[in-house]
């Protein structure tokens, strides 16, 4: 059973940055695509940044691209998300996930974390 764990959220002030990381229990994670979405209250989910396998191709949202950049260390297992510029609208739960090809649709991913509270004050 794959498992994703995230860890680094909590509270920051608008401005400043925080630092996710999503480590996944499978040693196959270096064949995997992987992705990170994020939920805030009354929304729906969505995306955020994903990366190649690889780690030669990033693809961001409008809304974080320049503040947020993902980064992967797959001698760890590891995803991260860098995140800098916070901005109270950043505010949500952030999940990482993994999948088979570069893609910015929740369905396109098959395996989830159970997702990190990400809050910015104003």
């Known amino acids: 059973q794959v498992q994703l764990v995230e860890s680094g959220g909590g509270l920051v002030q608008s401005g400043g940055s925080l630092r996710l990381s999503c480590e996944m229990s499978?040693?196959?994670?270096?064949?995997?695509?992987m992705g990170w979405f994020r939920q805030a209250p009354g929304k729906e989910r969505e995306f955020v940044a994903t990366?190649?396998?690889?780690?030669?191709?990033?693809y961001y949202a409008d809304s974080v691209k320049g503040r947020f950049t993902i980064s992967r260390d797959n001698a760890k297992n590891t995803v991260y998300l860098q995140m800098d510029s916070l901005k109270p609208e950043d505010t949500a739960v952030y999940y990482c996930?993994?999948?088979?090809?570069?893609?910015?649709?929740?369905?396109?991913?098959?395996?989830w974390g159970q997702g990190t509270q990400v809050t910015v004050s104003s």
């Open positions: 996930a993994e999948g088979l090809k570069v893609g910015t649709m929740s369905w396109e991913y098959d395996y």
């Open positions: 499978d040693r196959t994670f270096s064949s995997y695509v």
């Open positions: 990366i190649s396998w690889n780690g030669g191709r990033t």
